[in-house]
C-alpha cells in the first residue's frame, strides 16, 4: 500500500488528498500540469527487455520509425506501460519485479510521483508465459453459455490484477462479415445478439475483477473487403448500426467497459482513428460511453504512413486527438514532441489536450494510481493453477461442435484407431495466434511452451484408445508421402481420425491470425487431397477440426463417418476432444460461425436479406453446409406446445415458450434458439435474427418449458431516415435447434404508433427455463 499523504501537503495539493471525489482531484491535477505533462499522460511505452538496472530502450516495429528511451520521456510522466509480460518468456514473479521497477522508476522520475496504468493482451487468457491458455472466442461463442465465459473472464481477470497488471486488451466484438479475414479466430461468431451477450459477460466479470475491459476494434473492422486485413469496410450506416455496433452498445451500458480501441480501417474513407463522428459523436454523444479510447497499436501513426489523411505524425496526432482517441499504443511518437508541437503552434487548442488528460487521470483515480507506485504482491500466485487448469476443460468441453455423426461417435471400445494428419500430435493446434506460445514463444524455440497442452495423441491414449499416430509434418501436408502414409494407417484400421486445420500466426507466418488472410475457404495447403486419400480407403473416417475459422467440408463431410469442430480450444482442449470421441464427454457446442459448402462462394452468414440468399435470379447458391446453431449431441429432442402471445403495443412486452423433451436414452444439453422476422418492414431487413436462446440440459425422457420474454425493442432497426425504430405489424417467431432447422413456428402483433427507442432500450430476452 502506498503511503498516506500528510494532512498539510494534501490542503496545499487537493489532489493529492485521497478522501475528495476523483472529479475534484483530477481538476486540481490537471490545473497544475503544463502541456508536455498533460500530453505525457495520453501516451504509452513499449520496453524492451532488460535486465533490472539496464537502461530500458523502446520495442521498435517494422515502420522504422524511432520512438524515444524511457529517459526521454520520464519527465512528462506516462499514460501506459505495455506488455511488461507479453513481449518476452519471463516467469511471473520475474515479470512482477520488472513492472514494479519501471513504475518506480516513472513515478521517481516526474514530478507528481504518476505511476502509468499497465496494460496486456488477455484474449485467450492473461498472455504471458506460464498462464492458463483458455479457449479462442469462437469456442466461446460456440458455447452460448455466458455465465461460463463470465467465469472464465473472472479467472483472466483475478490472475491479471494479482500481477500488478490494470488493464486487459479484451474482448473482441468484431461481428464476422467474411471468415477469410485472418482475425477470425478472435471474435465470437457472426451474430451480433451473440457476440454481444456472451462479450458483455466477459466484459462485466472482468471489471468486476477489478481489471479495465477494452472493447475491440471499434467499429467496422471485421467488415474489411474480401477479408484483407486493415481494408476498407465497404458497409453503409444500417449495417453499420445494427451489426456492427450492437454488441459495444451492450458491453457499455451492461457490462461497464471503461476503455475502447479504435480499428485499423476505414469506412466509406474516414480512417475510424480520425473519425470524430464516430470516436466522438456516436460513441460518447450517442452511446454515452465516458471512459479512455485508446489506439490499435500504430494506429495514430497509420494515418499518416497507410491512410495518408496526415502529412506528418504532428498531423496524424492532431487528427486523432480531435476524433476522441486519448492514448497513444504501444509507444509514443505521434503523441510525444509532434503532438506538443501543434498545440504550441496553435493548431491544436489545449482544451483537446484536458479532453484527453482529464479521461486518462480520472481513470487512474479509478485504480488509485493518483496516489504513487502500487506496492508490488509478495508473491505473484500460480498463473496456471488446478482450478484455472479446470475451467479451461469446461469451457474447451462445451465448446466442442459436433457436425455430422453417423453413429461411429463414441468410439467402440476396443477399436483400433488411426490418428493421421497434421494435427494429430501437435499442442499448436489448440492454440490461436494471441495466445503466448504462438504469439511469442515461437521466437524462443529453446524455451519450453510454460504450461501443459496435451496433444490429441496424448488425450486419447489417456482416455485407453488403441491408438496408432501417424502424423504429418505441418499443415500445409507438403509430400505425396504424407498423404500415402495416412491412408495406409486408415486401411489397418477399425476407424480413422483425421486432424486437420490451421496453424495459428500473424502477417503470413500461419495460416490464422492477424494478417493471415485466405483467398478461399478451402482447407489450408493439401489437407484436402490428405482427406480424400484417407476417405479413399473405406475405412469408417472422423474428421477433427482444429481451426480458427469454418472451412468448406464438401465432398468431405458428405463421406465421413463423423465431423468434429473445435476452435483453438486452449491448453485442455486435446482432452475435451478426445472426451467427446471417446463418449466420456457430452457434445454440447453449437456453431457461431456457419460452415461454408463450397470455398470460393460468397460468405454463408445466416445474417442476410431473402435476396442475399438462395434465389432463382442467381446461379450461385450461398446456401451453408452447416448453418449458424447448429450441433448433434448422443441423443434427440423433440419440440412441442408453442405458445405466443397474441398482441402487444410497440412498447410492450410478448412472451414466447415452447416445450423440449429429451426423446433418447442419454442424457444431453440442447440448445434452444428463438428467432425472430419481420415480414413487412419500411427497410430491407434479415430473413430472421437470433433474439435469445437457452441451454437446456435434460435426462432421458425429462422434458422442460422454455420461456422467453420478447420486448418490442428486439424488432427495432434503423430506419429509412437513420433513426431507430420500433414498427407496429406482424412479427415472425420460430424456435429449434437451429437457425436453418426451427419446427416450430408462430406470429405476434404489435400494435400503436411506430416509436423511437431512447437509449434505455431493452437489448436482451430473459429466459426461464422451468422443469415439467
Request: proline share 8%; hydrophobic share 45%.
Amino acid at each position: 500500500m502506498t503511503e498516506a499523504v500528510p494532512a498539510a501537503r494534501a490542503a496545499r495539493e487537493p489532489w493529492r488528498d485521497r478522501g475528495l471525489p476523483a472529479a475534484a482531484r483530477v481538476a486540481d491535477l490537471l490545473a497544475r500540469m503544463t502541456p508536455e505533462e498533460k500530453a505525457g499522460q495520453l501516451a504509452g511505452f513499449w520496453a524492451m527487455p532488460a535486465e533490472p538496472g539496464d537502461p530500458v530502450a523502446p520495442m521498435e516495429d517494422d515502420s522504422q520509425e524511432t520512438a524515444p528511451d524511457l529517459d526521454e520521456v520520464l519527465g512528462r510522466g506516462l499514460g501506459q506501460l505495455t506488455r511488461v509480460f507479453g513481449t518476452t518468456p519471463v516467469p511471473a514473479a520475474e515479470g512482477a519485479a520488472r513492472l514494479a521497477e519501471l513504475q518506480r522508476r516513472l513515478a521517481a522520475g516526474n514530478r507528481f510521483g504518476l505511476p502509468a496504468i499497465a496494460h496486456e493482451e488477455c484474449l485467450n487468457g492473461f498472455m504471458t508465459w506460464g498462464a492458463t491458455v483458455f479457449p479462442s472466442p469462437p469456442a466461446w461463442g460456440a458455447t452460448f453459455d455466458p455465465a461460463l465465459v463470465g467465469e472464465m473472464a473472472s479467472a483472466i481477470g483475478s490472475a491479471m490484477r494479482a500481477a500488478g497488471v490494470h488493464q486487459g486488451l479484451a474482448p473482441v466484438l468484431d461481428v464476422v462479415r467474411d471468415p477469410r479475414w485472418g482475425r477470425t479466430e478472435e471474435c465470437i461468431g457472426e451474430d451480433p445478439y451473440l457476440v454481444g451477450v456472451l462479450g458483455t459477460a466477459y466484459v462485466r466479470a472482468l471489471e468486476r475483477s477489478g481489471l479495465v475491459a477494452t472493447l475491440k476494434h471499434f467499429a467496422g473492422y471485421s467488415a474489411s473487403r474480401a477479408g484483407r486485413n486493415m481494408a476498407p469496410a465497404p458497409i453503409g450506416p444500417r449495417e453499420l448500426a445494427d451489426v456492427v455496433v450492437e454488441p459495444f452498445v451492450m458491453a457499455l451500458r451492461d457490462g461497464g467497459a471503461r476503455s475502447v480501441m479504435h480499428s485499423y480501417t476505414d469506412v466509406d474513407g474516414m480512417p475510424a482513428a480520425a473519425d470524430e463522428r464516430l470516436l466522438t459523436g456516436l460513441l460518447r454523444d450517442e452511446l454515452g460511453f465516458t471512459g479512455v479510447v485508446v489506439a490499435d497499436y500504430f494506429g495514430i501513426s497509420f494515418l499518416q504512413t497507410r491512410h495518408r489523411v496526415a502529412g506528418s505524425q504532428g498531423e496524424a496526432a492532431a487528427a486523432a486527438l480531435r476524433a476522441g482517441v486519448d492514448v497513444e499504443l504501444p509507444t509514443v511518437r505521434c503523441y510525444g514532441a509532434p503532438l506538443i508541437e501543434e498545440v504550441r503552434r496553435g493548431t491544436v487548442p489545449e482544451e483537446l489536450l484536458d479532453r484527453a488528460a482529464e479521461r486518462v487521470l480520472t481513470l487512474k483515480a479509478e485504480l488509485g494510481l493518483l496516489d504513487g507506485p502500487p506496492a508490488a504482491d509478495a508473491a505473484v500466485p500460480d498463473l496456471d493453477p488446478p482450478a484455472h487448469r479446470a475451467l479451461a476443460r469446461l469451457v474447451a468441453e462445451e465448446s466442442v461442435v459436433l457436425l455430422a455423426n453417423d453413429g461411429v461417435l463414441p468410439l467402440a471400445s476396443g477399436a483400433r484407431v488411426a490418428l493421421v494428419g497434421p494435427l494429430a500430435d501437435d499442442p499448436f493446434a489448440m492454440l490461436g495466434a494471441y495466445t503466448f506460445p504462438s504469439h511469442v514463444g515461437r521466437s524462443h524455440p529453446d524455451v519450453p511452451l510454460g504450461v501443459e497442452i496435451p496433444t490429441l495423441a496424448e488425450a486419447l491414449r489417456a482416455e485407453g484408445a488403441d491408438l496408432r499416430v501417424t502424423a504429418c509434418a505441418d499443415v500445409l501436408v507438403p509430400g505425396d508421402a504424407d498423404i500415402a502414409a495416412a491412408a495406409d494407417a486408415a486401411r489397418d484400421a477399425d476407424v480413422c481420425v483425421l486432424a486437420l486445420g490451421d496453424r495459428a500466426g500473424l502477417f503470413g507466418r500461419g495460416t490464422s491470425g492477424e494478417g493471415s488472410d485466405v483467398e478461399t475457404l478451402a482447407l489450408p495447403g493439401r489437407q484436402a487431397d490428405l482427406a480424400r486419400a484417407v476417405l479413399d480407403t473405406g475405412t469408417p473416417a472422423v474428421v477433427v477440426l482444429f481451426t480458427g475459422r469454418p472451412y468448406a467440408l464438401d465432398g468431405i463431410a458428405d463421406r465421413a463417418a463423423a465431423v468434429v469442430q473445435a476452435f483453438f480450444p486452449g491448453e485442455e482442449g486435446g482432452a475435451a476432444v478426445a472426451g467427446v470421441l471417446s463418449g466420456r464427454v457430452e457434445p454440447s457446442g453449437r456453431l457461431p460461425i456457419s460452415v461454408p459448402r463450397h470455398a470460393s462462394g460468397p460468405p454463408v452468414l445466416y445474417l442476410r436479406s431473402p435476396m442475399d440468399g438462395p434465389h432463382d435470379w442467381s446461379a450461385v447458391d450461398p446456401a451453408p453446409l452447416y448453418p449458424f446453431g447448429h450441433g448433434l449431441t448422443w441423443t434427440r429432442f423433440e419440440y412441442g406446445d408453442l405458445r405466443v402471445d397474441e398482441r402487444a403495443g410497440t412498447d410492450g412486452t410478448v412472451r414466447v415458450g415452447a416445450v423440449v423433451r429429451n426423446a433418447g436414452e442419454r442424457a444431453g444439453t440442447e440448445v434452444v434458439q428463438l428467432y425472430l422476422s419481420d415480414p413487412v418492414a419500411s427497410v430491407v431487413r434479415p430473413e430472421r435474427w437470433l433474439a435469445g436462446f437457452a441451454r437446456v440440459r435434460l435426462g432421458p425422457g425429462e422434458a422442460a418449458r422454455v420461456e422467453f420474454e420478447v420486448h418490442a425493442d428486439r424488432t427495432s432497426f434503423t430506419g429509412p431516415d437513420l433513426r431507430r425504430i420500433v414498427e407496429p405489424g406482424m412479427i415472425e417467431v420460430a424456435v429449434g435447434r437451429s437457425s436453418a432447422d426451427l419446427p416450430l413456428r408462430g406470429s405476434f402483433t404489435l400494435d400503436g404508433p411506430v416509436r423511437e427507442p431512447g437509449p434505455d432500450r431493452v437489448l436482451t430476452v430473459p429466459v426461464v427455463v422451468t422443469p415439467l
